[in-house]
Nanobody, 117 residues
Framework: QVRLVESGGGLVQAGGSLRLSCAASGSIFGFNFNSMGWYRQAPGKERELVARIFSGGSTNYADSVKGRFTISRDNAKNTVYLQMNSLKSEDTAVYYC?????????WGQGTQVTVSS
């Protein structure tokens, strides 16, 4: 049904920036992408919310990324973006795209972000 395709992960030095993208594709007719967002999971830790944005434009951020990360979405393209600035080593994790729709909750396969100090 819905496939979330992520891109933009990689290796960056501390203080640098990365931009993640996630596009919903597949048989998406009739789907309402009420929320789109990013979670992350570091080794040995639980998956945690990084940021999410709702169809009306309101946003939530983890306290640890406020002021450094910015989430945005293009509703026409069913795509969500995460601009990550001033990256820290503790931001190293697998980042997963997520969407909450009128037909269920969906996850991407994840993209690795590694910040070297």
């Amino acid at each position: 049904q819905v496939r979330l395709v992520e891109s933009g992960g990689g290796l960056v030095q501390a203080g640098g920036s990365l931009r993640l993208s996630c596009a919903a594709s597949g048989s998406i007719f009739g789907f309402n992408f009420n929320s789109m967002g990013w979670y992350r999971q570091a080794p040995g830790k639980e998956r945690e919310l990084v940021a999410r944005i709702f169809s009306g434009g309101s946003t939530n951020y983890a306290d640890s990324v406020k002021g450094r990360f910015t989430i945005s979405r293009d509703n026409a393209k069913n795509t969500v973006y995460l601009q990550m600035n001033s990256l820290k080593s503790e931001d190293t994790a697998v980042y997963y795209c997520n969407t909450g729709t009128n037909r269920g909750n969906y996850w991407g396969q994840g993209t690795q972000v590694t910040v070297s100090s």
